[in-house]
């Protein structure tokens, strides 16, 4: 079974998540036929690279609010995030562009290396003091290399503003498709959605149903079973007479 989860780099929501759907799939009993994708999402997509602001005064201006009322929902964010076992500051974050992160994650799709390097970025992004946009391009490759790619070959893409670009506009033009119009949101095996951090409950809930309703497998042949190759080797036809 195939689960996949568009999500940003920029969602504390994403973030939280993460965490709540993997301590559901860690109990699921399937959890090892269970393949997990990671799908990019922008929040932010018309954000030029190097436009970083403050998390504070940019959620007070983005949902009209007061800056004491952002703050205040970061702290709510942050108790969610600690009942997770996440590490949240819920002050001193800024923010930015994330698509060089998203071109980022399919680089390290294509070497087994996503789920990891994913963690990696929403560490740096809500729990250290450094910034992934303001110290853009030479953190992002000691996070990548962190997460087990190579140094030289994260480089190359980050120097190059094509690479893995259409894969990452992909994503989120199949979002778009789906239906889904913020994130995290969840999609297993094509045929259920789950929308939102919801609690580990709803995920295994989501788990079980999706692997219940998978359909067998019908062969479509024509009389006897067709010859075939095996463990023991393959099928010799008989001689005609």
């Not at 393949?35 to 949902?63: I, T, W």
């Not at 003091?129 to 853009?136: L, P």
């Not at 190579?150 to 989120?172: G, I, K, N, S, W």
């Amino acid at each position: 079974m195939r689960v996949e989860i568009w999500s940003d780099i920029a969602c504390p929501w994403c973030y939280v998540g993460k965490a709540r759907f993997e301590k559901a799939l860690q109990a699921f009993p399937h959890r090892d036929e269970v393949e997990v994708v990671h799908r990019s999402f922008e929040l932010d997509p018309g954000r030029a690279k190097g436009d970083v602001e403050p998390v504070l005064p940019m959620l007070a201006q983005k949902y009209g609010m007061s800056e004491a009322q952002a703050r205040a929902g970061e702290e709510n964010l942050g108790t969610q995030a600690t009942a997770e076992g996440l590490a949240y500051r819920t002050e001193g974050r800024d923010h930015g562009n994330t698509f060089d992160m998203h071109r980022l994650l399919h680089l390290a799709k294509e070497h087994g290396r996503q789920d990891a390097l994913l963690q990696n970025l929403y560490r740096a992004n809500f729990a250290e003091e450094r910034s992934v946009f303001a110290d853009a391009d030479a953190y992002l490759v000691e996070l990548a290399v962190a997460a087990g790619l190579d140094a030289d070959t994260v480089r190359e893409v980050l120097d190059d503003p094509d690479a893995y670009a259409d894969e990452v506009r992909a994503d989120e033009r199949e979002a778009a498709e789906l239906g889904a119009n913020g994130v995290p949101f969840f999609v297993l095996d094509r045929k259920y959605g789950v929308s939102g951090a919801q609690p580990a409950e709803v995920f295994t809930r989501a788990l079980t149903q999706a692997w219940g309703e998978r359909s067998p497998l019908t062969l479509v042949q024509d009389g006897a079973a067709g010859e075939v190759c095996g463990p023991d080797g393959c099928a010799v036809p008989e001689q005609q007479k």
